[in-house]
């Protein structure tokens, strides 16, 4: 779709974009496919710019991939001197296409297409508003298409091997295959290339898990699958995934280990620019806070779901999924929270006098005491 749109934009200038920017915890494929097969990427980008009509691409790195600049400018001189980039590409002429490499400053919403843009152009990486989408104003307000890593790599192979072979691979509405990045609690993490399709269960044998409490699938904005869940397939109508899957067993302490951490990964990360982004991953980590403190009742978790909604109305897919670690974890894990909490009481209200007394003492500078009369 977006190389439809950008090919059909009557712009002299277009830009092809390499979003490598995988700021996901737990994903990790884009360092491996940079490091093992950057030709094919830079081919897949060539590919792309002659499909769209764009001479110049943007290969968008994250800055923590820094130590690979050198590495992939030496691989791209390479490219221009056995003219697979350049002018005239392979000899066909008005085939121009060349790559130039930028680095991210190390912010996870740049992982977001428009974001990245403004970044790219030098801003400070903040989601733009859509539309105009970037098919039609991208880059320096011209056509713009920005695809990932692996998509681009997948071009290659499409070309090479042709559309029915990649459709032979996968399941009839998730053809092809998807290359994962496993952790967490297992013999075998790494990065696998899969046909859609495969299954939870399937993963977990595959990279040696043994008494698995949980899978995250998708990263912190994807699901916190269950046990009860382990059947359901890695595809785009079941469970959707970037790549990032990561395993916890059942010494993890999923509420205070997974899914705080998640959050205060939102909180870190988010622009700032939405108040409900701004806020509503805040309040929602109190609340987490005050059920992992034994102070939590059942409205409690009842306003965390209600409040998750709330996070809808976000510009981008960071505020829009925040929520999503609490959702799924209290859908999937709902036992873990009942047992937190405390039963036969409506209201708590986390209200800690001494403590709240020790602070503002403490920032006036005074020495707390409390009178009982
Ligand atoms: S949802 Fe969050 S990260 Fe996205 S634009 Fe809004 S504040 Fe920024």
Not at 20 to 27: F, L, N, R, S
Not at 52 to 58: K, L, N, R, S, Y
Not at 307 to 322: D, F, I, P, Y
Request: with cysteine; net charge neutral.
């Amino acid at each position: 779709m977006k190389w439809k749109f950008t090919a059909a934009e009557k712009s002299a200038v277009k830009y092809v974009v390499c979003n490598a920017d995988e700021g996901e915890p737990g994903t990790f494929k884009d360092r491996v496919i940079l490091t093992e097969y950057p030709k094919m990427l830079m081919e897949g980008m060539a590919i792309a710019g002659y499909a769209v009509g764009a001479t110049e691409g943007i290969l968008y790195v994250r800055y923590e991939y820094k130590y690979l600049q050198e590495y992939l400018e030496k691989i791209i001189e390479g490219g221009r001197k056995k003219n697979y980039l350049g002018k005239n590409i392979c000899g066909k002429e008005g085939f121009d296409f060349d790559i130039r490499i930028q680095f991210g400053a190390g912010s996870y919403v740049c992982g977001e297409e428009s974001a990245l843009i403004e970044s790219a152009e030098g801003k400070r990486g903040e989601p733009r508003d859509r539309p105009p989408f970037p098919v039609e104003s991208g880059y320096l307000e011209k056509p713009t298409i920005v695809n990932n890593v692996e998509t681009l790599c997948s071009i290659v192979k499409i070309v090479n091997h042709g559309a029915p072979w990649y459709r032979s691979m996968g399941t009839k509405e998730s053809s092809g295959t998807k290359v994962l990045s496993i952790c967490g609690d297992c013999k075998y993490p790494g990065v696998y290339e899969i046909e859609w399709g495969f299954s939870v269960n399937d993963v977990i044998e595959m990279v040696g898990a043994n008494e698995v409490q949980a899978v995250q699938v998708g990263g912190p904005s994807g699901n916190l699958v269950g046990p009860n869940e382990f059947n359901r397939t890695l595809s785009y109508t079941d469970l959707s995934t970037g790549g990032s899957i990561i395993i916890f067993n059942k010494q993890r302490d999923l509420i205070k280990d997974v899914v705080l951490n998640f959050m205060n990964f939102f909180i870190d990360e988010s622009c700032g620019s939405c108040s409900t982004c701004r806020n509503i991953p805040v309040l929602l980590r109190q609340k987490l806070e005050k059920i992992l403190n034994a102070r939590g009742v059942q409205k409690d978790i009842e306003e965390m779901l209600e409040w998750s909604k709330v996070l809808k109305a976000s510009r981008c897919g960071l505020g829009l999924t925040a929520g999503n670690p609490i959702v799924t974890s209290i859908k999937n894990f709902r036992s873990l929270y009942d047992k937190k909490i405390q039963h036969g009481k409506d209201y708590d209200s986390n209200f800690d006098m001494l403590n709240a007394v020790k602070e503002s003492c403490d920032a006036v500078g005074r020495v707390p005491g409390i009178h009982s009369n």
